[in-house]
């Protein structure tokens, strides 16, 4: 298991409330990742961070935001949650260079709006 | 721009037979190649990587995969199923000479291990 970690698990939350999904990393990687998962589906891309104060938008829109202050911890943010963003949320994380170009993933986040 | 294909969506297998998982690629440089298990309401499990070298890549649990250049392939073997294999399993792929590290995942392919 890697040492990457997510919480809440699961979180069930009504519409137009403000969440955060948690996601730290004891490894120093530095790179970090959200993917969101619908269940059995495949991954999307909706934000990356190549380091502290670097954050980018991936390949699926999204509406969630991030933040990387500290190396381990890139927390997302719903400002206000509709039954669209429900959803598994994965986060990940690596490291540059050398051959460790291997993604470890957290255990997700399931998020369901009502 | 990359891409990856697992043109099947479940394999079934009964229990000491063999399996193979199928992922073809496409990337305008080399790759770098992986494949993940994830098991029920859980995250994805790093299996195994080609990155260079041997063409047959060992990974985790006893799987392994070979690198087909030719053919863009990055199959998912291993010779003996356990019932326990059971999951869905995701090949992905990242361009070596973009310098970026997003990978693309493809659809999943769901395995099922029958005892």
């Known amino acids: 298991e890697a040492d990457i970690y997510q919480t809440p698990r699961y979180l069930v939350i009504g519409t137009g409330k403000k969440i955060t999904l948690e996601c730290s990393q004891t490894?120093?990687?530095?790179?970090m990742y959200w993917y969101q998962q619908d269940p059995g589906m495949e991954l999307h891309l909706i934000h990356y961070?190549?380091?502290?104060?670097?954050?980018e938008k991936g390949d699926l829109s999204s509406e969630s935001t991030v933040s990387r202050i500290r190396t381990e911890h890139f927390p997302l943010t719903l400002e206000s949650a509709r039954p669209s963003h429900t959803s598994q949320y994965l986060c990940?994380?690596?490291?540059?260079?050398?051959?460790?170009?291997?993604?470890?993933f957290g255990p997700g986040t399931r998020l369901l709006v009502l | 721009a990359q891409s990856v294909a697992q043109p099947e969506d479940q394999v079934n297998v009964a229990e000491g037979n063999p399996l193979t998982v199928k992922c073809t690629y496409s990337?305008?440089?080399?790759?770098?190649l992986f494949w993940y298990v994830q098991y029920p309401n859980r995250g994805l499990q790093f299996l195994l990587k080609y990155i260079t070298g041997d063409n047959l890549v060992k990974g985790s649990y006893g799987f392994e995969a070979e690198f087909n250049k030719s053919q863009t392939s990055f199959h998912l073997k291993k010779p003996s199923a356990l019932v326990s294999d059971s999951a869905l399993y995701f090949c992905?792929?990242?361009?070596?000479?973009?310098?970026?590290?997003?990978?693309?995942f493809g659809t999943g392919t769901r395995l099922l291990v029958s005892p």
């Open positions: 490894m120093g990687h530095d790179k």
């Open positions: 961070s190549y380091g502290v104060n670097s954050t």
């Open positions: 990940a994380s690596s490291v540059t260079g050398g051959r460790q170009e291997t993604q470890y």
């Open positions: 992905a792929v990242r361009d070596r000479d973009t310098g970026f590290q997003k990978l693309v």
């Open positions: 990337v305008s440089g080399n790759p770098y």
